[in-house]
């Protein structure tokens, strides 16, 4: 709820306004997870409030922390599932990766997110609490979100919009629109719809190929929408919002990662307000793939930078402790239970 909200239903039940600024503070900028850490509060309130506005968050069920810092949290939710969610330590700050659905039904085949179906759509209040419990966590504030954990965010577009309003409130998080990037894999209408809000975030798209063959290989989502409409789309989007798009690009080795790929991406992308950022992948248990070597990586940028289009490489983080997405919860899924490696 905005403060607004919280404002109005403790007016209904004749609950005094400046107890919702105290409730809201507590909520969203000192993280209290139950009414009793609201200490500035009457014991029968706290009481009173406990039964009409339950607070529900989820738990840390595993925590891994890699050589690098990453930390790779498996949370669980109410009704027994599990989301994950990573933490990545950056010069300027904390990074976190949020899950927005349980599960995905876009297919992807390098991912391990699809391999156990689609389950559920994760509530505003559900990705919020990745957020918050992560920062309890590491003990120091998040200032980046990437909406790129478990889940495509666009299908679940009206939780995920409310989250990014509610995260980046004055009154909550106050995390900058333009520090927040939100990853889809292509759905045109969504990228459309998105467009017309002009929210300063960043507009990530999962492209990985330069072209629908290969596209058809490896997200099934491309025979819905073609190349040709999704980068006709993110082109409007770059139009009406004025802002960077940022191509994510996964080499595959053998895939996705010949010289000729290279140029075709560079030729459709040439002129576009865009950047790609080519993603070394982590390897995944059963998954045909192989990550690409660094030098078919370094040829790759150097290529799709001669079209004028800007290339980054990202940084591999915690490649020791499945960090890729879906990886962790279908371990859990899978073998049953996995080793904590905090103890937490
Ligand atoms: S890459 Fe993203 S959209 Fe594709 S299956 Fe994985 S979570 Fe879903």
Same mark, same amino acid.
Request: proline content about 3%; aromatic content about 8%.
């Given at each position: 709820m905005t403060l607004e909200e919280v404002t109005r239903a403790f007016s209904e039940k004749s609950i005094q306004s400046f107890r919702a600024r105290q409730v809201y503070d507590w909520l969203h900028k000192r993280l209290a997870r139950s009414y009793d850490e609201m200490t500035n509060l009457p014991k029968l309130l706290r009481l009173e409030l406990s039964e009409s506005f339950p607070i529900?968050? &989820?738990?840390?069920?595993?925590?891994?922390?890699?050589?690098? !810092?990453?930390?790779? @949290?498996? +949370?669980?939710?109410?009704?027994?599932?599990?989301?994950? &969610?990573?933490?990545?330590?950056?010069? *300027?700050?904390? =990074?976190? &990766?949020?899950? =927005?659905?349980? !599960?995905?039904?876009?297919?992807?085949? @390098? &991912?391990? %997110?699809?391999?156990?179906? +689609?389950?559920?759509?994760?509530?505003?209040?559900?990705?919020?609490?990745? /957020? *918050?419990?992560?920062?309890?966590?590491?003990?120091?504030?998040? %200032?980046?979100?990437?909406?790129?954990?478990?889940?495509?965010?666009?299908?679940?577009?009206?939780?995920?919009? $409310? @989250?990014?309003?509610? /995260?980046?409130?004055?009154? !909550?998080?106050?995390?900058?629109? $333009?520090?927040?990037?939100? %990853?889809?894999?292509?759905?045109?209408?969504? #990228?459309?719809?998105?467009?017309?809000?002009?929210?300063?975030?960043?507009? %990530?798209?999962?492209?990985?190929?330069?072209?629908?063959?290969? $596209?058809?290989? #490896?997200?099934?989502?491309? $025979?819905?929408?073609?190349?040709?409409?999704?980068?006709?789309?993110?082109?409007? *989007?770059t139009q009406t919002t004025s802002r960077r798009i940022s191509f994510e690009y996964a080499m595959l080795s053998g895939v996705n990662d010949s010289d000729e790929c290279a140029d075709e991406l560079g030729s459709r992308l040439k002129g576009m307000l865009c950047h790609v950022n080519l993603i070394p992948v982590n390897e995944v248990a059963k998954s045909p793939f192989r990550p690409s070597s660094p030098e078919r990586v370094k040829a790759f940028a150097g290529i799709v930078e001669k079209y004028g289009i800007s290339v980054t490489v990202r940084r591999k983080l915690g490649s020791d402790i499945d960090a890729s997405c879906g990886q962790l919860r279908r371990r859990r899924n899978t073998e049953g239970g996995i080793q904590n490696d905090s103890g937490s």
């Open positions: 529900t968050h &989820c738990e840390t069920e595993l925590k891994q922390v890699a050589a690098d !810092g990453t930390m790779k @949290f498996l +949370f669980s939710m109410e009704g027994g599932d599990y989301a994950e &969610c990573v933490l990545m330590k950056y010069k *300027y700050g904390y =990074s976190i &990766c949020v899950s =927005s659905q349980i !599960g995905c039904r876009m297919g992807c085949r @390098f &991912c391990a %997110s699809t391999l156990d179906g +689609f389950k559920r759509n994760l509530s505003p209040g559900e990705m919020l609490s990745q /957020v *918050y419990l992560a920062q309890k966590e590491a003990g120091e504030r998040i %200032s980046h979100i990437v909406l790129m954990g478990m889940g495509e965010p666009l299908e679940n577009y009206d939780n995920v919009i $409310r @989250f990014l309003q509610l /995260v980046s409130n004055e009154a !909550g998080l106050n995390i900058s629109m $333009r520090n927040i990037s939100l %990853s889809t894999c292509g759905l045109v209408p969504k #990228i459309n719809e998105l467009a017309q809000l002009h929210l300063q975030l960043t507009l %990530s798209v999962s492209l990985h190929a330069p072209n629908d063959r290969i $596209r058809n290989t #490896i997200m099934p989502v491309s $025979r819905k929408y073609k190349i040709e409409d999704l980068l006709g789309a993110c082109k409007k *989007y």
